[in-house]
């Protein structure tokens, strides 16, 4: 599978990533694409089932840790660490503590633990860019597979 005349935008009037292209093997025969006017990210998260979306949420833990531990470059445990998922919100929580290799409390996710939708809006949009060109490679193969909404 490779994508063809790709790209990602941000649409502010939407407040959400698009993805564009053809999704075409590797003797160039189109299977599929993310339309004229590209698919958007958001609404395609929201389908994702829990844990896939558990999945990356993982990932982010380690990214906000980092970020919350800014140059510090000893080694970090998560401890007391939870997610949970905010069903109400459809929005994922993350708490604990961040602690260096003798117990020592180098961070937290927030008394009340970071909620990763507000913590993603917050990044920059390089940042953002980044993590929306792993899911379009999900994305298309949904669209191949025909499971794509």
């Known amino acids: 599978m490779n ?4 790209y990602i935008e941000y649409d502010e009037t939407l407040n959400d990533w698009k993805v564009f292209g053809d999704i075409e093997d590797d ?8 339309g004229e006017s590209g698919t958007l990210v958001g609404p395609w998260w929201m ?4 844990g896939f979306q558990l999945s990356i949420v993982q990932q982010y833990a380690v990214e906000i840790a980092r970020n919350l531990l800014g140059n510090y470059s000893g080694s970090m445990n998560f401890q007391e660490f939870s997610i949970v998922k905010v069903a109400e919100t459809n929005d994922w929580k993350i708490m604990g503590n961040i602690e260096d290799d003798h117990g ?13 939708n507000a913590w993603w809006l917050s990044q920059s949009q390089e ?4 993590y929306v ?3 379009a490679i999900y994305m298309a193969q949904e669209i191949i597979q025909g499971t794509a909404e």
């Not at 003797?27 to 993310?34: A, C, E, Q």
């Open 3 to 6: 994508l063809q005349n790709y």
């Open 47 to 50: 389908r994702q089932d829990d």
């Open 127 to 130: 940042y953002q860019a980044s």
């Open 104 to 116: 020592n409390i180098l961070a937290t996710f927030g008394e009340d633990g970071t909620l990763v």
């Open 133 to 135: 060109g792993r899911f």
């Open 27 to 34: 003797s160039n025969t189109i299977l599929g694409t993310f």
